[in-house]
C-alpha cells in the first residue's frame, strides 16, 4: 500500500513500497456467472461507423422500477439508451465537427466522440430537480449534458442542455484538441455541489469541475481544481519504475473513477499502475493520496523493442526477477471502476481487471482489503471479455435483477458473422443479475434505493 508523503517532479516519495512481485495465476480459482441480457451489437469499422462502444450508466426510474435505463457510449456512434431487456430506446448521435462541411474528409478537426458517461441525481434546474447524464466528449475536450425528462408515458428521454459556453477542459484551441489529449474518464456526484472528475487522456491529470445551471434551461461547468498524479514509482531496491508506454509521449493515464461520498473516497483506475484512493472533499490533498492495490505488472523489470511495422514500443516483461509469489488480482489494463452499496456503509468497490477477463471486489470500508474475483462465461449469451466501463446499482429492478444490475462492456462480442459479415471487431454490452454474483461468493445484499437520498 502506497501512501504519498511529497512529490517532486512528478516522482513519487513514498512512505513504503511493494516488493516486485513474480507471476502467479490463479485464474482456475475464481467464480463464474453468466450474463443473461445483452444489447445490439456494435463494430468498430467504416459500415459499422466506429461504434466502438465503452461505458454504461445506468439510471433509475423514481417511480417505475422497471422504466429504469442504461446509457452507454458508442465513441463515435454517440450514445445508446437502453430498457432492462437490452432494447434500444433512444439514439443521439455525436456532434459534428466544429468548422467541417457535412461529409468532409479533408478537415483535421475532430467531431464528437463520447467515453464515458455517469448520472447526477436531483440537480437544481430552473428551481426543479431534475436527473442528468453527464459524458465526457474526447472529440470535444468537453462535457456534454443530458436531462433525463420523463414522457406522459412515463416513459424517459434524453435532452442535451449543454450550455454553449462550455470551456475546452484540457485544451486552450482547436489545434490542441486536434493532437488528442482530451477529455478521458469521467465520474459524477452530488455532494455539498455537484461536480464531476475528468482524466485526460494520454497524461496523469485530473481535473475537477462543478456544475451550474445558467438559468437560461442549460446546464454549464466551471474548473475548480487540478490534480496530476505520479508517473515514477521508487522501488525498495533504490530503483525507479515507470510504466511501458509503446510511445514515448505517453504517461499512464485513468479512466475508470467512481466517488463514495458516505466514505468521502474518490476511487481512480491508473490503468498500467493500480487503483488510488483520494480524498473526496480534498483531492488536491497529495499527502492523503493512497495507491491501495497495484497492477501486476507493477514494478516488474522489462525492455522496450521499437516495431517499425506498428510504429510503436513492444514491452517485454521479466517476472523471473520477481522477489515473491503473491496472487494478482488486478491485470492490466486495470478500466472501469464502480461501488455496489450493501447499506450501513458495507459494500464492494469492483474494478474491470481487463488483462484477464475478471472483475476484483474491495471492500468499500476501512482499507479498501481483497474480497474476491469473478468471471462472467458464456451461457445463452456470449463471455464478457477486455472490459472497460461498468456500472452496478443495488436496487431491485424486478424477476431479472432482484438484487441489482450489474451492465458491463464487453471488448470482443460474438455475433451472427452469417447475417453481419466474418472478421469484424465487435462490442456491446451485457447484463448480469447482481444476485448471481452475490451467491457466488457469499456477498452482503442489500435492495434499499439511496439513488436520491
Known sequence: MFTLKSVSHSILAISCVLPIAAYADTRNEIAEVTP???????????????????????????????????????????????????????????????????????CENKGGRFNNVDIIYDFDLNGKKTDIAIASDRGLDKLSIYTIDINADGQAVLNDVTDSDVPLLFTRNQKEVNE????????????????????????????????????????GYRKIASMTFPHAFPMDDG?????????????????GMVADPEHNALYLAQEDVGIWRVKLDNPTQQSSWNLFATARKFGVPYSRTWLPGEEEYACDFDFSKGKEQQRHNLWEDI???????????????????????????????????????????GGDIDAVEET??????????????????????????????????ADRESSNFKYVSWKDVAEKLNLNVSTKDMTRH
Open 36 to 106: 443473461v441480457v445483452e444489447t445490439r451489437d456494435h463494430f468498430d469499422d467504416l459500415k459499422g461507423k466506429y461504434t466502438d462502444v465503452d461505458d454504461p450508466a445506468i439510471w433509475i426510474h423514481p417511480t417505475t422500477k422497471a422504466n429504469s435505463l442504461v446509457i452507454t457510449t458508442l465513441k463515435q456512434g454517440g450514445l445508446d439508451i437502453y430498457d432492462l431487456d437490452g432494447n434500444l430506446m433512444q439514439f443521439i448521435k455525436p456532434a459534428p465537427a466544429p468548422g467541417c462541411e457535412p461529409g468532409s474528409f479533408d
Open 180 to 219: 488528442g489529449n482530451t477529455a478521458y474518464g469521467l465520474t459524477a456526484i452530488q455532494t455539498d455541489k455537484p461536480m464531476a472528475f475528468v482524466t485526460q487522456n494520454a497524461t496523469t491529470r485530473v481535473e475537477q469541475v462543478e456544475l451550474f445551471d445558467t438559468d437560461n434551461g442549460r446546464i
Open 239 to 255: 530503483s525507479e519504475w515507470t510504466p511501458c508506454s509503446d510511445d514515448d509521449g505517453e504517461r499512464p493515464h485513468f479512466e
Open 335 to 377: 478500466e472501469g471502476l464502480t461501488l455496489y452499496n450493501a447499506g450501513d456503509g458495507k459494500g464492494y468497490l469492483l474494478a474491470s481487471s481487463q488483462g484477464n477477463n475478471t472483475f476484483a471486489l474491495y471492500d468499500r470500508e476501512g482499507q479498501n482489503d481483497f474480497v474476491d474475483s469473478f468471471t462472467v462465461v
Open 388 to 421: 472497460d466501463g461498468l456500472m452496478v446499482v443495488n436496487v431491485n429492478l424486478g424477476s431479472k435483477y432482484p438484487q441489482g444490475l450489474l451492465v458491463m462492456q464487453d471488448g470482443q462480442n460474438t455475433y451472427n458473422q452469417v447475417q453481419k459479415g
